[in-house]
């Protein structure tokens, strides 16, 4: 078992920054990948945010996202971090952290490769 724990969402305007954390225990050597992932309301599908890899410390990051969004990852707290800045109104959502198995091939994008995740913290960015 992993448990994954996400912390930092809130309240912030456009423009501006939220550090969101994940920190994890348990099971978690077997699980090498951590993912953001991140879910609008109404309805809409969970969408992929970043991963990164434990160990190697490889990165994998949506288009949409790549300049605004940074994962890092502190192996000594089993915490990785996202720092999110130039929020934007459409960056509102519930963010997610999960964790997977390293997979041959596998970009990490989807949510079917995570075997783990979090309760999930809510970022709003107002306009």
């Known amino acids: 078992q992993v448990q994954l724990v996400e912390s930092g969402g809130g309240l912030v305007q456009a423009g501006g920054s939220l550090r969101l954390s994940c920190a994890a225990s348990g099971r978690t050597f077997k699980y090498s990948v951590m993912g953001w992932f991140r879910q609008a309301p109404a309805g809409k599908e969970r969408e992929f945010v970043v991963?990164?890899?434990?160990?190697?410390?490889?990165?994998w990051y949506a288009d949409d996202v790549q300049g605004r969004l940074t994962i890092s990852r502190d192996n000594a707290k089993a915490t990785v971090h996202l720092q999110m800045n130039s929020l934007v109104p459409e960056d509102t959502a519930v963010y997610y952290c999960?964790?997977?198995?390293?997979?041959?091939?596998?970009?990490?994008?989807?949510?079917?490769?995570?075997?783990?995740w979090g309760q999930g913290t809510q970022v709003t960015v107002s306009s």
């Open positions: 991963a990164i890899d434990w160990i190697d410390g490889r990165t």
């Open positions: 999960a964790a997977a198995e390293r997979l041959s091939y596998s970009t990490y994008s989807r949510p079917a490769d995570y075997s783990y």
